[in-house]
């Protein structure tokens, strides 16, 4: 019942400030706070705590506080719940600050379990903006140097909200914060990262598995609510035998047959392997152009005397580690479409037919956005950097 209620604020608290608001005028921050220890004990009020960068109430060892204890489930769940409210800017700096929501996040960082590990990266991506009055806290602790080992991580989604955290927690940061990130993430692993493109393959085979078959295989009935009012036996309503309303003629409706086609694509993006690999390949590399973005964008920070000179340094510094023809060759790359399987005969050594022709990847929304905003950053640095944007 716990992470049901918790999965639910999250999912309101995703949709509108107004309803993020509303939650912490119900005092559901607390109780929120409570949800991410194992043993929960009664909500405390934040001027009670002799540290006040402690999490709201003690973490206790035993689970007879008299308030139950809290599955994995509800610490995501409430992981979750945190970083939906993070995103208002004013609760982020007020009532998650207040409630020492920070420690409990970092504290999960290191979770032996990876789906904690998940919840609580996501969780921190907004914990370690340039907004946020715990990021100096966050950072002095080692934030930087746990989230680029996630960022090394065999999972997907581990990689992916690491590297979307290292993005925003570099947003305005001093250089010498900035080449040590790069330094700890390693450049190498990041060109990784960005070039990564493995599931072209794999979509390409489900792009032509769903052409050959003209619609989704019917047989495949991945959660079992598609035909809710199927019969064994042959019907006699409107809903005819394949369980969808039809017109007076005895059709399918046309509505229902859209929105059975609507529903069917979106249980393939979301549950079908390889559509599932080639968004998380294509959502890590959209995170790893902007971390080189945020990299060489100019510091905000009080102290910075030059920020077009730090920027302009911080250039050429991803030049010196990462090579100035390669990263303008990986930048035109990702704008580049990709022909994927162009071979004239397949592994058995048949030839290709003309049902088989060569396929054409063009490339992502996002990642076209991406790079350009770098090349923006680029030519709006030195001449220098002007005439090489232009040059390419």
Partial sequence: MRETVLKAIGALAAGRDEYRKAFVDADIVPLIVQSLSTAPVKPSNPRDRVKPDEADGPVPD??????????????????????????????????????GVSLPIFRYLKHPDVDVQIAATAAMCNLVTEVSPMREMLAERGVMKILCEHAHSQTAALRLNALWALKHFVHAAGPEVKKLCLEQLESGWLVRLICDDTEDDALWSARAKTDTQGEVDSGDDLDGDVEMDRHDGPSKSIYGTTGLPRDT????????????????????????????????????????????????????????????????????????????????????????AKVLHPAAHRRNGSPVTTNEAARVLYPQPKIVEAVVFILVHMAASTPRHRQLVIAQ
């Fill in 249 to 336: 003629h005895g059709r399918p409706a046309a509505w229902a047959v859209h929105a059975e086609t609507k529903k069917a694509i979106l249980r393939d993006a979301e549950l079908n392997p390889q559509r599932r690999a080639r968004n998380d390949d294509l959502a890590i590399q959209e995170q790893g152009l902007d971390f080189i973005r945020n990299l060489i964008g100019a510091t905000a920070a009080p102290a910075s005397a030059d920020p077009a000179t730090e920027s302009t340094d911080m250039i050429e510094h991803l030049f010196t580690e990462l090579g100035q023809d390669r990263f303008f060759d990986i930048l035109a790359k990702k704008l580049q």
């Fill in 62 to 99: 035993t689970t007879t506080s008299g308030y139950g204890s809290n599955t994995l489930g509800v610490i995501i769940a409430a992981c979750h719940a945190v970083r939906m409210h993070s995103r208002s800017v004013s609760i982020l700096r007020t009532s998650l600050v207040d409630h």
